[in-house]
């Protein structure tokens, strides 16, 4: 039999208290740039949604993050938020009140956001799922998705060298960096779309788009519009699968 998985949910609760703090030692130098990453998530969604969401679920959200980042961005949006660590979600609670927060075991619990959400948004959450598990908790999230709901996928990028050093720290010891190509077909798998075509019905995955972005640190309205440019390269220090469901 395969070797037991780590309890998620109990590796992050021992380090919920510290866990910003040891995210930012993790950066080195690049720790004072950390809310930038945040910053440029929130740009890159509001870029692409065709109008602002009603609600919102950051999916492994754990101390809230990513939260105020939300709220400043999509200000009328309702925030939801759900991790599989029990004190992660206590603190995120405690900060972030205008937030509804859960706790979560298994995908089945994804139930609970039906008919409340129509933007997935999974901030650097795969890589610390078991890959055997990838496919049920995906599965998960588009059970709760309706037709024209969008899933946002942000993940590290194994490609960029200060990435794949940065991730080798004890926070992520257990981590395994996901192939942006493989992400983007884990997407595909599920979020494929339909056409006809010579009274063919054809199937395809034209909706599920992969970007590469977060090349600059730094964020300024020139920088932004540069690094859009550059979505084709594969050395961001991260990327982006998004689909919108059919």
Known sequence: PPPPQPDAGAEF????????????????????????????????????????????????????????????????????????????????????????????????????????VDVVFVSTVFHHIPPAEHEKWLDGLYSIMKSGDYLVIFEHNVKNPITAKVVKNPIDEDAVMLDAKYCAQLVKSRFHGTSIKNKVIRTGGGNVKLRYTYFFPWRNRLFTEIERLLYFIPLGAQYCVHARKR
Do not use: M, W
């Open 13 to 116: 609760d021992k380090v919920a208290h510290v866990y910003n703090e040891d995210t930012v030692e993790a950066l080195g130098k690049f720790g004072k740039y950390r809310d930038t990453a945040f910053t440029y998530k929130c740009q890159y969604l509001k870029s692409i949604l065709p109008k602002e969401p009603a609600g919102i679920l950051d999916f492994g959200c754990g101390v809230g993050s990513n939260v105020p980042y939300l709220k400043k961005y999509f200000p009328n949006a309702k925030l939801f938020g759900c991790d599989v660590s029990p004190e992660s979600i206590k603190i995120a609670r405690a900060n972030y009140e205008y937030c509804d927060f859960r706790a979560i075991c298994v995908p089945n619990d994804l139930s609970c956001y039906k008919g409340k």
